[in-house]
């Protein structure tokens, strides 16, 4: 199925760490895919939601490579991003998480990650990780089974 057919269902979008990885860095497989949603993003057709989990995944291989400039991109993006909320971390979230791990044995961080799209009610969540789809509370999109416009 086509990512923009996909998305037709989703208002709020959770971004998950590949895909934005995946943007910045121009992954030939995939960046087709994610320009789908960013064009829907600065066109004010969808808004996104990211976390401190999104920003850290993504912060980590600039760092290694002691590349300032791609980190500052990521954090445009992530934070500052057309029509992006930056949503951090709190007690409801951790709960939320804790409750996510143990309903579907994810890991942690993924757990972190969906409790921030579920507590501020994304209907759609953006990733590559096909063990996500376990959650069934909301509309996964695992970009491995989506196909570009």
Do not use: W
């Not at 063990?131 to 999109?141: G, I, P």
């Amino acid at each position: 199925m086509k990512i923009s057919d996909r998305l037709q269902a989703v208002t709020r979008l959770f971004l998950d760490s590949a895909p934005v990885i995946y943007a910045v860095e121009k992954h030939p497989r995939y960046v087709d895919l994610v320009r789908v949603a960013l064009k829907r993003l600065d066109a004010g057709a969808l808004s996104a939601v990211t976390s401190p989990v999104t920003l850290a995944e993504c912060l980590i291989a600039p760092y290694r490579l002691g590349r300032a400039d791609v980190s500052q991109t990521f954090v445009d993006l992530v934070v500052y991003g057309s029509n992006v909320t930056f949503v951090t971390i709190d007690q409801a979230v951790a709960e939320k998480a804790a409750e996510l791990r143990a309903r579907y044995n994810l890991l942690l961080p993924d757990s972190f990650q969906v409790a921030v799209a579920m507590l501020v009610g994304c209907d759609g969540f953006l990733t590559n990780d096909a063990a996500l789809k376990r959650v069934t509370e909301m509309d996964v999109l695992v970009l491995d089974e989506l196909e570009p416009d």
